[in-house]
């Protein structure tokens, strides 16, 4: 009879009083993303690129551990900046900051956007848009999340006809990529995932290029002593 008490002393100290206090812990330290878009959007509402990544830091730090991974900031689309990229495609030059078409998100354009060079011409690339979520982590500190996907190709949009860069398909590649690079900074005090993000797992964005993914979201949460 003893033995059996213990054991339900244990059991209802476990389930009602050590479980729940784990759960709430977890949750204040991981911020749920059950009501955010999974798609972003173009101007005209089209479907643009999925959302794969999410980054808990302030807006400097998020520009920080970007730099120590060696993406570069991604000029604004604009007359001089388009035809830059242009020449420099023609040429074959390489060009750190070549713009990135806006997609949307709350209502909004990416707040930052980012990119990794491939070789001389800026045909391929790396990228990630990021958008400010209304989400704060335990810390204050805000809550982005993102769609990094990979370059491959510039080509006629085949939804407008309008010149464009086509994305390659495996989006997780380009998810992988930029932890990857994130994790050599020795920036993030913690990264996770979260399973099942997506239950589409594949589709077109606004240009018509196909896309698939596995459905999670990789979360990286910043060192908060980084400046």
Request: glycine share 8%.
């Amino acid at each position: 009879m003893r033995i059996i008490l213990l054991l339900a002393i244990v059991y209802l100290l476990a389930a009602y009083v050590v479980v729940p206090f784990l759960w709430k812990s977890y949750a204040r330290h991981h911020p749920s993303f059950a009501d955010n878009p999974r798609i972003t959007q173009t101007k005209d509402h089209h479907p643009g690129d999925p959302l794969n990544v999410s980054l808990i830091g302030t807006e400097p730090q998020i520009k920080t551990i970007m730099q120590a991974a060696k993406w570069f900031p991604a000029a604004a689309l604009g007359l001089r900046s388009d035809l830059k990229i242009g020449v420099d495609t023609v040429l074959s030059r390489p060009d750190t900051e070549a713009p990135v078409s806006s997609l949307y998100l709350f209502g909004r354009k990416e707040d930052l956007a980012y990119e990794m060079p491939v070789g001389n011409n800026p045909r391929q690339r790396h990228h990630v848009r990021f958008w400010k979520t209304s989400k704060d982590d335990t810390d204050g500190r805000p809550v982005w999340i993102g769609s990094a996907s990979y370059d491959e190709r510039v080509g006629l949009s085949h939804t407008t006809g309008q010149i464009t860069h086509h994305i390659a398909p495996d989006v997780d590649a380009e998810r992988d990529h930029l932890f990857s690079n994130l994790k050599e900074t020795g920036d993030l005090s913690e990264e996770y995932t979260v399973d099942n993000f997506h239950t589409k797992l594949e589709g077109r964005n606004g240009g018509g290029d196909p896309w698939h993914t596995d459905g999670n979201l990789y979360v990286g949460v910043i060192d908060a002593e980084l400046k």
